[in-house]
C-alpha cells in the first residue's frame, strides 16, 4: 500500500508597505502603470493590453483610467497608504490615472514629471541643395 505525503502550501505572504511610489507611463500606444516600493521594488503593475484592451482602445483616457484602478487596488492589498505619483510620456491617460489614484482613497505626496527632455534635439538633416 503506497503512502501518499501530504504537502502543505504556504499562503503567499502580503507586504505590508505604507508608503510606496506610482509610476505611469503613457505614451501614444499604450499606458503602463507600476507600484512599487520606496527603493523601487515592484508590488503591483498593470498595462491597458493586460486588460485585454487592443489596437487605438489602449491609448485612451478610459484605459488609463481602468489600469490605474487595477493596479492600486492590488497595492492596497499590501497596505499602500501614502504615494509619491511620477508620471512620464506624452499619451492621453496623464490625468485620468492622477484622478484614478485619488479616487483609490490613498494619499498623495508628490507629483512629478520625469518625461525626457532633449537639451538640443537631434541634428537637423544636411541643408538639401537644387
Given at each position: 500500500m503506497a503512502v501518499?505525503?501530504?504537502t502543505i502550501k504556504k499562503r503567499k505572504d502580503l507586504?505590508?508597505?505604507?508608503?510606496?511610489?506610482?509610476?505611469v507611463h503613457t505614451t501614444h500606444n499604450n499606458t503602463i502603470v507600476t507600484v512599487t516600493d520606496m527603493n523601487g521594488n515592484t508590488i503591483?503593475?498593470?498595462s491597458s493590453g493586460v486588460?485585454?484592451?487592443k489596437g487605438a482602445r489602449k491609448e485612451t483616457a478610459f484605459a488609463a483610467t481602468q489600469v490605474t484602478e487595477r493596479a492600486m487596488n492590488e497595492a492596497k492589498q499590501n497596505g499602500i497608504r501614502k504615494v509619491e505619483i511620477?508620471?512620464?510620456?506624452?499619451g492621453?491617460?496623464?490625468e485620468p490615472a492622477i484622478r484614478a489614484v485619488q479616487a483609490a482613497d490613498v494619499d498623495i505626496t508628490m507629483i512629478k514629471d520625469v518625461s525626457p527632455i532633449p537639451h538640443n534635439g537631434c541634428r537637423?538633416?544636411?541643408?538639401r541643395r537644387l
Open positions: 501518499r505525503k501530504s507586504k505590508r508597505i505604507e508608503k510606496g511610489q506610482v509610476h503591483a503593475w498593470a486588460l485585454g484592451l511620477y508620471i512620464k510620456g506624452t492621453q491617460g496623464r537637423p538633416p544636411k541643408r
